[in-house]
């Protein structure tokens, strides 16, 4: 499976509404502590949007929704893996991305068979808390030997200047939220992202 190079992470309906228009080509909803009657109106207005605009869909944490709205990828942590039912979910033809920072998670990712699989935090993020160190570039490089073909989503503290060494480094993909959701200027820093990322879309 090929991965569009830019992966696009946001917590609401109303960033795909303005970002995807722009050309993002896969994008995450990553929506957190909202009821659910929310959540699934957050799901089916994504799912609309990025129908209409041609851009993968992939569902944070919310695998069961994911189902029951007819949503075709999610992407879970290793403690969201430990309660999902992947039977249930590769039942529905939902394809999986997997959270790894550890040696024991990369185990743990490879016997579900991902679709794709995330490394963070390659760089310090401001956007949660880690319990690891950040990784670093070598440790993508490592990561692309071992889990080779799968597609390696880097993810954390990422912004355009860092996206040549985590692509060099092996990526097939980089994720970003706050580089794109803080800056003054979202929508332009979209369309430096689509740009810069063309080279290996
Ligand atoms: C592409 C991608 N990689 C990693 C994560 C983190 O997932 P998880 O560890 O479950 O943490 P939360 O995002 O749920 O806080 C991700 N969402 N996407
Ligand atoms: C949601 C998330 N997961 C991570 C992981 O390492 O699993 S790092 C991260 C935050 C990414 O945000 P930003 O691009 O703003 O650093
Ligand atoms: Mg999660």
Known sequence: MKLDPFYLIVDSADWIERLVRLGVRLVQLRIKDRPEDILQAEIRRAKTICAAYGCQLVINDYWQLA??????????????????????LRAAGLKLGLSTHDENELETALAASPDYVALGSVYPTILKHMKWSPQGLERITEWKKRIAPIPLVAIGGLNIERLQGVFNAGASSAAVVTDITLNANPEARTRAWIEFTEPWR
């Open 67 to 88: 189902i029951e709205e007819g949503c075709d990828f999610v992407h879970l942590g290793q403690e969201d893996l430990a309660a999902a039912d992947l039977a249930a």
